[in-house]
């Protein structure tokens, strides 16, 4: 049992879109990831997600609608809804999700992260 800092986690991250895990409990990952840019569409079948804005804000694109998302908010994405994170500037993220969650769901790409880096 030991208590996790997130600012220290966030601060060796100096990449984007590549998530990494900082806990794990029943079968569920907590993940802290960077965004920038546009992420591409894609959907998980299987999962929800939940991404909770620690630092800046970004816009979760639907194809009928987008949700700003701003900071010490958090989104859930039901599982089978096609989704987009888009991100102007840089914003600190983190996701809790089944551990089975590939971060590209459905689709795979340059962007895929089969295998998630502990920190």
């Known amino acids: 049992m030991e208590k ?6 966030l601060a060796s991250i100096h990449d ?4 990494r895990v900082v806990g ?17 569409w894609h959907r ?20 009928d609608r987008k949700v700003r998302v701003e900071e010490g908010e958090f989104l859930i994405v ?4 096609e ?3 888009v991100a102007i500037d840089e914003v600190d993220v983190l996701l809790f999700e089944p551990a089975t969650t590939l971060n590209t769901g459905n689709i795979v790409d340059a962007h895929t992260r089969r295998h998630l880096e502990h920190i």
Not at 4 to 9: D, F, I, Q
Not at 45 to 57: A, P, Q, S, T, Y
Request: no cysteine.
């Open 4 to 9: 996790v800092n997130l600012a220290e986690k």
């Open 16 to 19: 984007h879109w590549n998530p």
């Open 24 to 40: 794990e409990l029943n079968g569920q990952e907590i993940r802290l990831v960077k965004f920038a840019g546009e992420f591409i």
């Open 44 to 63: 998980h079948e299987n999962e929800d997600e939940m991404f909770m804005v620690l630092k800046g804000r970004f816009t979760m694109e639907f194809r």
């Open 78 to 81: 039901p599982r089978g809804v």
């Open 83 to 85: 989704h987009r994170p």
